[in-house]
């Protein structure tokens, strides 16, 4: 949207294009034969730069043709010469030559927008001039630098766009005929294209250079005195923000920003002159800092939009902005600013329509003088320190209201019913307040008419009772989120069967009842269904298989029973499946391997009988294209394995306080574990593969498949407590990147096989209680695990449990042999008794000292390692969190 505005702005200062018509005047003959030339000249271009044309849109240029005018795309002043060519988005492809076009001496305008041309803009000095005017390149794959021979020979260029290409640099020393320039979405990285911009400017109207790699530091522009557009955003400049280029703006300047920057400085400190013009003002995401906002900024009466969001700017919000009465977008989010929300800010409310607070220290309650604010659509205030009633003295008078979030403050009581009466509001946002009594059956009544709303999320609240039925009434309806809250009883019918749902997020309460069986049967939108911690029960429908659009499932701590459906493997977008601690049985269905985009598999912790899938790795390496994100949180034991399985799980966290998760967990759990915060998009959008695969504390039986070494992106392998047999496969070493392995209380056997020594980032693995044997492998991380990790096995050695030597086979000691001697052989005297009994405790006492000596040595090896190599003790030193989770079943 950001670029759609500019490109707009940009299209409506572009000289207008002649009409596609031929002149009804006769031609001369010199006439007929210029346009035979340019027939020629057309059909040369056609052949040299277009190398395909899969539109067809090309089609009609017949060699046969007296004059090019009738040809889609060519456009013919009254004369009958081409004096424009409009080849927008038509799908061309091939490699740019515009030379050939020069002999098309009328050409003024060029439209190349939305193609695949690649090559380089160059010009040879031909004998034909350039006499383009107009020429738009935007949104193609041009990737080598502009030659100075363009420029030089374009020298009656006013309108210049080549967005929206790979385009590095080059030269850019354009003549003062230039009123336009976009080089917006290249690569640019050459700081002095600033320079020659602001020397070369007396007459650009529009300049924009965003999305591009400068890393300059920004100077002051005063001599573009024709400027109006200046955009330089999403670039990497740095240093103070100069005085000058707010007290010295041309008076022209109706457009400016610099957002998305690295630019720093004392905003409260800028002197604002000659912006009576300016319109849009944006500074966001930057480092500005200062007390406040200058005062001077009121100087810009014609300010419409003025974003500062994502600064470091503090204390109390001016309450001067009161008098900027043209404002209709204010953006002051995630900065410092503290204290009451100043009412003089209500003056604005003429003009007003967005309004963004969030992510400050804001205290008290919302004023009153909003309650004028007639024309306001969009309201943030959340992530402040928020209090008292103004959602029904306040909030409930905005009846053009349509974007309403409050999370995360101090808001207490019910959730006022009369919100019904705002009727055009689409997003209601009250999570993370303190709200306590039931979801008001009003907000979806029919005497409201309350059906526009599309999002309605009350997670992480304090309500109770059950889900009233009248929601279902919310035709339109996209996302529900009531997690972690009081809430009882089942979900109304109507809530399941509204058609436009695509996300239910419930978990954390205590409802029950069955999920439906004909669940996404006749509307299939549902892409996320988050229903774990709850207390539902029945079996998983087979008509989950219908839900084709459906990415993440989480139905985990529940009491759900009976076999998977196998039609989940039929999910192409499953990312993220969670059946994990319920009553499920039956065998792993094998057609979970065909879900093209799983890359999260939990189990555990159900009843599960039979082998290991070798087909969950089928689809490995296939590509991951899901382009949605949640917040999410991973609870994982930073401790040792045994015993602390259970809270290993991913959590959905939009909305909900850290706090809140915590209280979660059950004390009985294990104490040392961490929290991992993230979005899906982020952490899962490059993977393509399987990484979190857990079948733990089930009944499966067979060997460990081979297969699985084939699932190179796997992190986390949790097989343990089950009653697997054979030996672990040599070829789990192939799995790099492994993090997790926990293969505990099985039936194992054989030798662990030394390529586990090459798994470079493996923190934690357990694989005691099995029937394991041999030497443990001394290299890499398994020389840091504790003597834990291998327990209860039938015959391991090596640190950090017992020496190899002290498990050989015991022999006869030298005594009993003189013994035995003694009896065969009377002669034996009684000196050879003595000299093998020296012998003999000889033989003892280097043994004990031998042992004692090699555990003096394993010792400080196993500190010079840590010292040498900068392993750290497995007990970390960041901050660990004692958690609440209800413990596992067995």
């Given at each position: 949207?950001?670029?759609?505005?500019?490109?707009?702005?940009?299209?409506?200062?572009?000289?207008?294009?002649?009409?596609?018509?031929?002149?009804?005047?006769?031609?001369?003959?010199?006439?007929?034969?210029?346009?035979?030339?340019?027939?020629?000249?057309?059909?040369?271009?056609?052949?040299?730069?277009?190398?395909?044309?899969?539109?067809?849109?090309?089609?009609?240029?017949?060699?046969?043709?007296?004059?090019?005018?009738?040809?889609?795309?060519?456009?013919?002043?009254?004369?009958?010469?081409?004096?424009?060519?409009?080849?927008?988005?038509?799908?061309?492809?091939?490699?740019?030559?515009?030379?050939?076009?020069?002999?098309l001496e009328n050409l003024q305008h060029l439209y190349l927008r939305g193609n695949s041309f690649s090559g380089y803009?160059?010009?040879?000095?031909?004998?034909?001039?350039?006499?383009?005017?107009?020429?738009?390149?935007?949104?193609?794959?041009?990737?080598?630098?502009?030659?100075?021979?363009?420029?030089?020979?374009?020298?009656?260029?006013?309108?210049?766009?080549?967005?929206?290409?790979?385009?590095?640099?080059?030269?850019?020393?354009?003549?003062?005929?230039?009123?336009?320039?976009?080089?917006?979405?290249?690569?640019?990285?050459?700081?002095?294209?600033?320079?020659?911009?602001?020397?070369?400017?007396?007459?650009?109207?529009?300049?924009?250079?965003?999305?591009?790699?400068?890393?300059?530091?920004?100077?002051?522009?005063?001599?573009?005195?024709?400027?109006?557009?200046?955009?330089?955003?999403?670039?990497?400049?740095?240093?103070?923000?100069?005085?000058?280029?707010?007290?010295?703006?041309?008076?022209?300047?109706?457009?400016?920003?610099?957002?998305?920057?690295?630019?720093?400085?004392?905003?409260?400190?800028?002197?604002?002159?000659?912006?009576?013009?300016?319109?849009?003002?944006?500074?966001?995401?930057?480092?500005?800092?200062?007390?406040?906002?200058?005062?001077?900024?009121?100087?810009?009466?014609?300010?419409?939009?003025?974003?500062?969001?994502?600064?470091?700017?503090?204390?109390?919000?001016?309450?001067?902005?009161?008098?900027?009465?043209?404002?209709?977008?204010?953006?002051?989010?995630?900065?410092?600013?503290?204290?009451?929300?100043?009412?003089?800010?209500?003056?604005?409310?003429?003009?007003?329509?967005?309004?963004?607070?969030?992510?400050?220290?804001?205290?008290?309650?919302?004023?009153?003088?909003?309650?004028?604010?007639?024309?306001?659509?969009?309201?943030?205030?959340?992530?402040?320190?928020?209090?008292?009633n103004f959602l029904t003295t306040v909030i409930t008078t905005l009846t053009k209201l349509e974007i309403l979030q409050?999370?995360?403050?101090?808001?207490?009581?019910?959730?006022?019913?009369?919100?019904?009466?705002?009727?055009?509001?689409?997003?209601?946002?009250?999570?993370?307040?303190?709200?306590?009594?039931?979801?008001?059956?009003?907000?979806?009544?029919?005497?409201?008419?309350?059906?526009?709303?599309?999002?309605?999320?009350?997670?992480?609240?304090?309500?109770?009772?059950?889900?009233?039925?009248?929601?279902?009434?919310?035709?339109?309806?996209?996302?529900?989120?009531?997690?972690?809250?009081?809430?009882?009883?089942?979900?109304?019918?109507?809530?399941?069967?509204?058609?436009?749902?695509?996300?239910?997020?419930?978990?954390?309460?205590?409802?029950?009842?069955?999920?439906?069986?004909?669940?996404?049967?006749?509307?299939?939108?549902?892409?996320?269904?988050?229903?774990?911690?709850?207390?539902?029960?029945?079996?998983?429908?087979?008509?989950?298989?219908?839900?084709?659009?459906?990415?993440?499932?989480?139905?985990?701590?529940?009491?759900?029973?009976?076999?998977?459906?196998?039609?989940?493997?039929?999910?192409?977008?499953?990312?993220?499946?969670?059946?994990?601690?319920?009553?499920?049985?039956?065998?792993?269905?094998?057609?979970?391997?065909?879900?093209?985009?799983?890359?999260?598999?939990?189990?555990?912790?159900?009843?599960?009988?039979?082998?290991?899938?070798?087909?969950?790795?089928?689809?490995?390496?296939?590509?991951?294209?899901?382009?949605?994100?949640?917040?999410?949180?991973?609870?994982?034991?930073?401790?040792?394995?045994?015993?602390?399985?259970?809270?290993?799980?991913?959590?959905?966290?939009?909305?909900?306080?850290?706090?809140?998760?915590?209280?979660?967990?059950?004390?009985?759990?294990?104490?040392?574990?961490?929290?991992?915060?993230?979005?899906?998009?982020?952490?899962?959008?490059?993977?393509?593969?399987?990484?979190?695969?857990?079948?733990?504390?089930?009944?499966?039986?067979?060997?460990?498949?081979?297969?699985?070494?084939?699932?190179?992106?796997?992190?986390?392998?949790?097989?343990?407590?089950?009653?697997?047999?054979?030996?672990?496969?040599?070829?789990?070493?192939?799995?790099?990147?492994?993090?997790?392995?926990?293969?505990?209380?099985?039936?194992?056997?054989?030798?662990?096989?030394?390529?586990?020594?090459?798994?470079?980032?493996?923190?934690?693995?357990?694989?005691?209680?099995?029937?394991?044997?041999?030497?443990?492998?001394?290299?890499?991380?398994?020389?840091?695990?504790?003597?834990?990790?291998?327990?209860?096995?039938?015959?391991?050695?090596?640190?950090?449990?017992?020496?190899?030597?002290?498990?050989?086979?015991?022999?006869?000691?030298?005594?009993?042999?003189?013994?035995?001697?003694?009896?065969?052989?009377?002669?034996?005297?009684?000196?050879?008794?003595?000299?093998?009994?020296?012998?003999?405790?000889?033989?003892?006492?280097?043994?004990?000292?031998?042992?004692?000596?090699?555990?003096?040595?394993?010792?400080?090896?196993?500190?010079?390692?840590?010292?040498?190599?900068?392993?750290?003790?497995?007990?970390?030193?960041?901050?660990?969190?004692?958690?609440?989770?209800r413990p596992c079943r067995r």
């Open positions: 949207m950001h670029f759609m505005i500019h490109f707009f702005i940009f299209f409506l200062l572009a000289p207008s294009m002649p009409s596609e018509v031929s002149s009804t005047v006769p031609l001369t003959s010199s006439e007929k034969q210029n346009q035979s030339n340019e027939v020629m000249a057309l059909l040369a271009f056609k052949h040299s730069s277009v190398e395909a044309d899969p539109n067809g849109f090309l089609d009609n240029w017949n060699p046969a043709s007296l004059s090019p005018c009738s040809w889609v795309g060519v456009f013919c002043s009254p004369s009958g010469q081409v004096s424009a060519l409009n080849f927008t988005y038509a799908g061309l492809i091939g490699r740019l030559q515009i030379d050939g076009l020069m002999v803009l160059f010009l040879n000095k031909v004998s034909y001039p350039c006499i383009i005017e107009t020429l738009d390149l935007s949104f193609n794959n041009l990737s080598a630098p502009i030659s100075k021979t363009f420029f030089d020979s374009c020298d009656r260029l006013t309108s210049l766009n080549l967005s929206h290409n790979l385009i590095p640099g080059g030269s850019f020393d354009f003549g003062t005929s230039l009123l336009e320039l976009d080089l917006s979405s290249n690569l640019i990285s050459d700081s002095s294209i600033l320079n020659s911009s602001f020397l070369n400017c007396q007459n650009l109207r529009l300049l924009n250079l965003s999305y591009n790699k400068l890393s300059a530091e920004l100077g002051a522009f005063s001599s573009c005195g024709k400027l109006s557009i200046l955009d330089l955003s999403n670039n990497m400049l740095s240093g103070d923000i100069p005085t000058l280029l707010v007290s010295d703006l041309p008076g022209s300047l109706e457009f400016l920003d610099i957002s998305h920057n690295n630019i720093s400085g004392n905003f409260s400190a800028l002197e604002f002159k000659n912006c009576a013009k300016l319109s849009v003002l944006n500074l966001s995401n930057n480092a500005l800092y200062g007390t406040g906002i200058p005062h001077s900024l009121t100087n810009c009466r014609l300010l419409e939009k003025l974003d500062l969001s994502y600064n470091e700017l503090m204390d109390k919000i001016p309450a001067a902005l009161g008098i900027m009465g043209n404002l209709k977008h204010l953006n002051l989010a995630h900065n410092d600013f503290s204290g009451n929300i100043p009412p003089e800010l209500g003056w604005t409310c003429g003009t007003l329509v967005e309004l963004d607070l969030s992510e400050n220290k804001l205290s008290g309650e919302f004023p009153e003088t909003f309650k004028s604010c007639d024309a306001l659509q969009s309201l943030n205030l959340g992530n402040n320190q928020l209090s008292g409050v999370p995360f403050n101090n808001i207490s009581g019910p959730i006022p019913s009369s919100l019904g009466n705002i009727t055009k509001l689409r997003v209601l946002n009250l999570s993370s307040n303190a709200f306590t009594g039931n979801i008001p059956s009003g907000l979806c009544s029919s005497s409201t008419s309350f059906f526009s709303l599309q999002k309605l999320l009350l997670a992480g609240n304090f309500l109770s009772g059950q889900v009233p039925s009248t929601i279902g009434n919310c035709k339109n309806l996209r996302t529900i989120d009531f997690s972690v809250n009081n809430l009882s009883g089942s979900i109304p019918p109507d809530v399941w069967m509204l058609p436009h749902l695509s996300d239910l997020s419930i978990w954390g309460n205590s409802f029950s009842g069955e999920i439906p069986k004909d669940i996404c049967f006749r509307r299939n939108n549902l892409e996320t269904l988050i229903l774990n911690d709850n207390i539902f029960s029945g079996t998983i429908p087979e008509s989950v298989s219908h839900c084709k659009n459906l990415i993440w499932l989480s139905l985990s701590f529940n009491q759900l029973s009976g076999d998977i459906p196998a039609g989940i493997g039929t999910l192409q977008k499953l990312s993220i499946l969670q059946l994990n601690h319920n009553l499920l049985t039956g065998r792993i269905p094998p057609e979970l391997g065909s879900c093209q985009s799983l890359i999260w598999l939990d189990l555990n912790n159900n009843h599960f009988t039979g082998n290991v899938p070798s087909e969950l790795a089928n689809r490995t390496g296939i590509d991951f294209k899901n382009d949605r994100e949640w917040k999410f949180a991973y609870f994982r034991n930073e401790g040792e394995i045994k015993g602390c399985h259970v809270v290993n799980n991913l959590l959905y966290s939009e909305g909900i306080r850290p706090e809140r998760l915590v209280g979660l967990l059950d004390s009985n759990s294990c104490s040392l574990m961490r929290v991992y915060h993230g979005w899906t998009l982020s952490m899962f959008k490059s993977d393509g593969s399987m990484i979190y695969l857990d079948l733990s504390f089930n009944f499966l039986s067979g060997s460990i498949p081979d297969s699985l070494s084939s699932m190179s992106y796997l992190q986390f392998l949790y097989l343990g407590h089950n009653r697997l047999t054979g030996t672990i496969p040599e070829t789990l070493g192939s799995l790099k990147v492994l993090t997790v392995l926990d293969l505990s209380h099985n039936q194992l056997e054989g030798r662990i096989p030394s390529s586990l020594e090459f798994l470079q980032f493996l923190t934690d693995m357990d694989v005691s209680n099995n029937n394991l044997s041999g030497t443990i492998p001394s290299g890499g991380p398994l020389e840091t695990f504790p003597a834990s990790s291998f327990a209860n096995n039938s015959d391991l050695c090596r640190q950090p449990l017992a020496t190899c030597d002290s498990k050989k086979p015991k022999t006869d000691n030298p005594s009993t042999l003189l013994r035995k001697n003694k009896k065969d052989n009377p002669s034996t005297g009684s000196v050879y008794d003595w000299v093998w009994l020296a012998a003999w405790m000889g033989f003892i006492n280097g043994v004990i000292i031998g042992v004692y000596t090699g555990l003096i040595l394993f010792e400080v090896k196993d500190r010079w390692f840590m010292k040498t190599f900068h392993v750290t003790p497995r007990r970390r030193s960041e901050q660990l969190y004692s958690r609440r989770r």
